[in-house]
């Protein structure tokens, strides 16, 4: 058994390495090849170029780097049509994913596609090229299902795999003894994102609003680093803030290396940027603020597409604002600690957080590699 997968984000290797183990309770001598991260790598996987490669956001990003993505794409229709595998597994990534999956479908390969592009929220119109790339869809929200159904596409919700790894309730305890912090300090974890452009956009505004907030609270703040590039960067960026006198000499902030998990167990709360890791947040049960900030072009684009209310996780699964959502020229420090204040200083309303946050985590709690791999067993390979 041969099976190709293709991830694009960091969020898409904890969804390729969850697959893989489950994928090989059923098919023990499986082999996988294609293009994967850290995790996958781990478990054996044959990444045929690194799987930050494809990491790309926006719309300025992608075009600076379309040569490059053009000819990796390349590469991997003529080797898989030339090596066909069993099954291909596009994980998120649409844009990139999509198209292979068409040419690989065509030539009589089996095509699944993990994680559902929103199409109920912008450029509705791709519902019908997905119906000629894929076999199956797998969607990690219950909600995403529902439009699949209506053009008769095979659609299987799974659940997300991290509702399986976190734990109902949060050991902050745990957590704070492990970081050596004290347990009635208060600590706000800052999470400006983990790609370099995000970073360069959010962690400014983010580090400025911290030195405001903790100017009446005293604060701990903790700052986790996706790797060691934006470890540096993210060095670089307080620095200049010190040096501009944006933020005062004496503010003070812990710097990790990865460990964001732990760090925001941690934490009373948290300031963050737009995606998975806000899913991460809520299976913490964490109050959080949502920000996004992004190139004009991208920003301007993007309001001209989206039809749906809101853009952070907790909201969309909710389908009411928990969570506040600060967006482009309204991420200001002067907002961000505004709505920091309101998420983390009213009682009543963190208990209602956990609550709905524990719902959630409970509806998403599939055990989502089994049921994929379930899906993916009599869906597509056991017919061949």
Known sequence: MHIAIV??????????ADLMQALRQRFPDASFSGIGGERMLALGFESFFPQDRLAVMGFIEPLKRLPELLRIRKFLRQHFLSNPPDVFIGIDSPDFNLPIEKTLKEAGIPTVHYVSPSVWAWRQG?????????????????????????????????????????????DVKTARQELGLDLDEHVVAIMPGSRGAEVKHLAPVFLKAAAIYAETHNTHFLLPAANQDRLEQLKEIIAELKNTGEIGQDFSIDLHLGNSKQLMAAADGVLMASGTTSLEALLLKKPMVVAYKKDWFSAWLTRRLIKTKYISLPNLLAGEELVPEILQEDCTAENLVQALRQQLQDQAHREQLVRRFTDIHKLLRQQAGELAAKAIDQQLLSSR
């Open 126 to 170: 791709r519902i019908h090229g997905i119906k000629r790339s894929v076999d199956l869809m797998l969607t990690i929200l219950p909600f995403e299902t529902e439009i699949y159904k209506q053009h008769d596409i095979p659609v299987q919700f799974v659940g997300h795999p991290l509702a399986d790894d976190f734990d109902l309730e949060t």
């Open 7 to 16: 991830v694009g984000e960091m969020s898409g290797d904890i969804l390729g």
